[in-house]
T-cell receptor, first 118, second 117 residues
Framework: GAVVSQHPSWVICKSGTSVKIECRSL??????MFWYRQFPKQSLMLMAT?????????EQGVEKDKFLINHASLTLSTLTVTSAHPEDSSFYIC??????????????FGPGTRLTVL | AQKITQTQPGMFVQEKEAVTLDCTYD???????LFWYKQPSSGEMIFLIY??????QNATEGRYSLNFQKARKSANLVISASQLGDSAMYFC??????????????FGTGTQLKVEL
């Protein structure tokens, strides 16, 4: 299957700082990328859908100004957690879906980024 | 109402035995897809199997098969000949529609499977 990478795999930061997480599709062009958040022992919750070259679509209850998403190219989407607080500590996972030529039936997931805010 | 329901928070199975993980779904969209993912303790989401709403036959992928009962809106995952490496969290997910934003996935709460010797 296609490969999606995330960087960093884990990050610890101080409260009030901003953290950027990168999601890259390594061997295909991802027209759409999805960002999920997963708290311990819980399910994945979709935060936003990002399409290359356009603004992200956020799910209800997700603060746009706090979770900035940029999908500037067909292989890279970034999630920036601004002014992070301890309650933002979570596992953030991205997934990517390709355009023409790739399977419509599958999203390819990154390995996740574990964020801890002190 | 929950769109995806997994009623088994935890399951135990003996090695080499088969196990069924339950999943029911709720949608009024005639076009949808159902997925199962495995998440080991390392965190990555591993795609296991897919079933489309119009597929006539149950999906199979190696030791994984999906028992699709459309009228009952259930999509149970069957793992045959369980292995120790199958111990993980399993998530059922649904995609409603085929185009644009309809491609987002809604996940169930997961079932933690433990395979024992």
């Amino acid at each position: 299957g296609a490969v999606v990478s995330q960087h960093p795999s884990w990050v610890i930061c101080k409260s009030g700082t901003s953290v950027k997480i990168e999601c890259r599709s390594l061997d295909f062009q991802a027209t759409t990328m999805f960002w999920y958040r997963q708290f311990p022992k819980q399910s994945l919750m979709l935060m936003a859908t990002s399409n290359e070259g356009s603004k992200a679509t956020y799910e209800q209850g997700v603060e746009k100004d706090k979770f900035l998403i940029n999908h500037a190219s067909l292989t890279l989407s970034t999630l920036t957690v601004t002014s992070a607080h301890p309650e933002d500590s979570s596992f953030y996972i991205c997934s990517a879906r390709g355009g023409s030529g790739s399977s419509y039936n599958e999203q390819f997931f990154g390995p996740g980024t574990r964020l801890t805010v002190l | 109402a929950q769109k995806i329901t997994q009623t088994q928070p935890g399951m135990f199975v003996q090695e080499k035995e088969a196990v069924t993980l339950d999943c029911t779904y709720d949608t009024s969209d005639p076009s949808y897809g159902l997925f199962w993912y495995k998440q080991p303790s390392s965190g990555e989401m591993i795609f296991l199997i897919y079933q489309g709403s119009y597929d006539q036959q149950n999906a199979t992928e190696g030791r994984y098969s999906l028992n699709f009962q459309k009228a009952r809106k259930s999509a149970n995952l069957v793992i045959s000949a369980s292995q120790l490496g199958d111990s993980a969290m399993y998530f059922c997910a649904m995609r409603e529609g085929y185009t644009g934003g309809g491609n987002k996935l809604t996940f169930g709460t997961g079932t933690q499977l433990k395979v024992e010797l």
